[in-house]
């Protein structure tokens, strides 16, 4: 019997348990699915992202019917076919069209200007490093066009001008003039003239035909100032008197700021914003090289509404002012990587404090370097059930006990990072205690005669001591696994069931022992198993059955991946998009002929210095990949290219 065919509603209602990965696995299983996906529910906040071409504008056609959405168009330039493109989704999205993008473009501002009238709803424009808009100077110069963009951008919320070489005052006024309700700037890495006079206290300069200028910069948030809430000024040249301009302007409270790479900021400046600007929910400082701890206290005393906080590559601060950043009761999100003073033991007091403290979400700690065991199994329990990521990368004193700690104290972490721990071991990831490293008794050694150092022999009366990487991890045994699977629910790896990310790249010590045993996440996302000298194809097959959801898969430096695995395990891998396979010496252009029939989804695949790989079998690969972008071909079978599609 042929089964009755259900209502297009029944059928959604059904894809309506699935995740959003798995419905769209399910749109391709035939049409009736498909059109079922296609249900308003499931259309909410929905981004398309597209090349310009000539199959373009039949998807464009096709999104007539849906609901509102947004679009990342890239590569539009000046040609018949990019001015089609835009024509077309002015005319069929028109007031429906809830965010546009246009990266990697060189618009020109005719064909803008004929697109924006028609988008009486944006809400959100990213005009991000379009210089062709506004090398001229003359953008939006004509009271028409002005009239017309008025009356567009009436709605628009947020607009990113990030990476504008040639924004002048004029032009920034002209197209700020246009959007009375905005409520999000980003001009990051905008050439913006800071000249402060320090003789009249204010900034100078207006007009410029070049520059906007600080002054002018001024104006424009006094005006918005009942509006405007978030505010982007990453890699700019900000001074901290101008900062404190910023700051003080009246009626203007920022929630979000963000002076990423600011490196002449001080500590003074940024005392009088947290003064200033109490209610700040986000606040990003990475790469202000001059914050040192006087910031973090600063921030702690001023900012009760913090929710996000990043000082990476802060280096001068140290564990002062943790304690009381941790009583911060609204702090969700915290960035210390590469703080390198930082040990981490002011961050366990504050969090032990009986007062309402910081319910952590993300914590980062890379390339902390002091962080050692005893301030992670503390960290760890304090932090339990709300912490979701986790970044310990480079963290080079944890151990075993780390992870076993992690295991057991953070049931719902979903990303975890421990790429360059060199000290974990199949051990921890197993959760299990490892005997003692001197299996065997120093009495019981063969004696070798005199040992020698550079300067001196000991001539047998005492031994030299041992270098940290001559010692080598009690290997695993067939006894200790059986055990393991008696218990596997216990503190290994395996306790965290919705680990969507993992990195395990450079943990030396690991072997197929370990990664075929507890690699077993059907929802993880992204794996790297980079620079693993001592798994193969075991490992890796383990993985791809057991890990069906992966989309990324970095397999590295792996000499012993070879095209044997890559043939058992790329056909259980259908949502694979990123492979990354850099110096896999026993990987070959066979493998590349299993892609192609296995990998229809690739973006992004990395061959490089793989010897045995050919250029022309690249090509051919590129050929049969629809959606195949980048291709990473460094000193493949001697060649040296990149190809970028």
């Known amino acids: 019997m042929e089964s009755p065919h259900l209502p297009a509603e ?25 059109v079922a996906c296609q249900d308003h529910q499931f259309q909410k906040n929905v981004t398309f992202k597209f090349s310009v071409s000539t199959s373009s504008l039949d998807f464009i056609r096709s999104l007539a019917r849906s609901p509102r959405c947004g679009l990342v168009i890239s590569h539009v330039d000046g040609s018949s076919l990019s001015k089609q493109v835009l024509m077309e989704v002015g005319l069929h999205l028109g007031p429906r069209l809830d965010s546009l993008a246009l990266p990697g473009s060189s618009v020109t501002e005719a064909s803008l200007l004929g697109l924006l009238p028609h988008l009486t709803g944006l809400r959100k424009l990213d005009l991000q490093g379009l210089d062709s808009l506004f090398m001229s100077g003359a953008f939006l110069s004509r009271e028409e066009h002005q009239r017309q963009v008025q009356n567009a951008l009436r709605n628009l919320e947020e607009l990113d001008l990030s990476d504008l070489r040639y924004l002048s005052d004029l032009s920034f006024n002209r197209l700020t003039s246009c959007t009375p309700r905005l409520r999000s700037l980003s001009l990051a890495g905008c050439h913006i003239s800071f000249e402060f006079d320090p003789y009249r206290g204010c900034p100078v300069g207006f007009g410029s035909s070049a520059l906007v200028s600080l002054r002018n910069l001024l104006s424009f948030l006094q005006k918005q100032a009942a509006t405007l809430h978030s505010l982007d000024l990453s890699r700019t040249s900000i001074t901290p008197e101008s900062l404190r301009s910023i700051a003080t302007l009246p009626g203007l409270r920022l929630e979000e700021l963000s002076l990423h790479g600011c490196k002449e900021l001080t500590d003074y400046s940024i005392e009088i914003l947290c003064r200033q600007q109490g209610g700040l929910r986000t606040l990003d400082l990475r790469g202000c090289t001059e914050l040192t ?353």
């Not at 029944?10 to 498909?34: G, M, N, P, Q």
């Not at 998009?577 to 192609?596: G, H, P, R, S, Y």
């Open 10 to 34: 029944i059928i959604s209602y059904i894809l309506s348990f699935l995740h959003v990965t798995d419905r769209k696995e399910a749109s391709l299983v035939c049409k009736s699915w498909y």
């Open 293 to 645: 701890s006087r910031t973090v206290q600063a921030v702690a005393t001023e900012l009760k509404e913090l929710r996000s906080l990043s000082l990476s590559q802060d280096w001068k601060i140290t564990d002062k002012g943790l304690a009381e950043l941790m009583t911060l009761p609204s702090l969700r999100s915290l960035d210390l990587s590469e703080c390198l003073h930082v040990s981490g033991a002011d961050l366990v007091k504050g969090l032990s404090s009986p007062q309402p403290r910081a319910q952590l979400e993300t914590l980062s700690l890379r390339n902390c370097t002091y962080i050692k065991d005893t301030v992670m199994f503390s960290l760890t329990q304090l932090l339990g059930c709300n912490l979701r990521e986790l970044d310990l990368t480079s963290c080079v004193c944890l151990t075993d006990l780390s992870v076993c700690a992690i295991t057991t104290y953070l049931p719902v972490l979903v990303v975890l990072r421990l790429g360059w721990c060199k000290e974990i071991s199949d051990w921890g990831l197993l959760g299990m205690v490892e005997p003692t490293k001197d299996c065997e008794p120093r009495d019981k050694k063969e004696y070798k005669g005199p040992s020698f150092t550079r300067t001196f022999g000991n001539m047998g009366f005492f031994q030299p001591p041992s270098l940290p990487f001559q010692e080598k991890p009690c290997l695993v045994t067939e006894e200790d696994l059986g055990a393991f699977r008696e218990h596997q629910e216990g503190v290994s790896l395996l306790a965290l069931r919705g680990l969507q990310e993992l990195d395990l790249s450079a943990c030396f010590k690991l072997t197929d022992t370990s990664i075929t045993q507890v690699l077993r996440f059907p929802d993880l996302q992204r794996l790297s198993l980079s620079m693993l000298p001592e798994i193969s194809d075991d490992s890796l097959v383990s993985v791809a059955y057991h890990c069906r959801s992966l989309t990324s898969l970095a397999l590295s430096h792996c000499p012993q991946i070879s095209d044997q695995g890559m043939a058992r395990a790329l056909p259980l891998l259908h949502k694979l998009q990123n492979l990354f396979l850099a110096c896999c010496d026993a990987v070959t252009n066979e493998t590349l002929a299993i892609i192609a029939l296995h990998c229809d989804r690739l973006r992004t695949l990395d061959v490089s210095m793989c010897k045995d790989i050919t250029g022309h079998q690249v090509d051919l690969l590129q050929s049969q990949l629809p959606f195949l972008k980048k291709v990473q071909c460094r000193f493949a079978n001697g060649a040296d290219f990149t190809m970028v599609l």
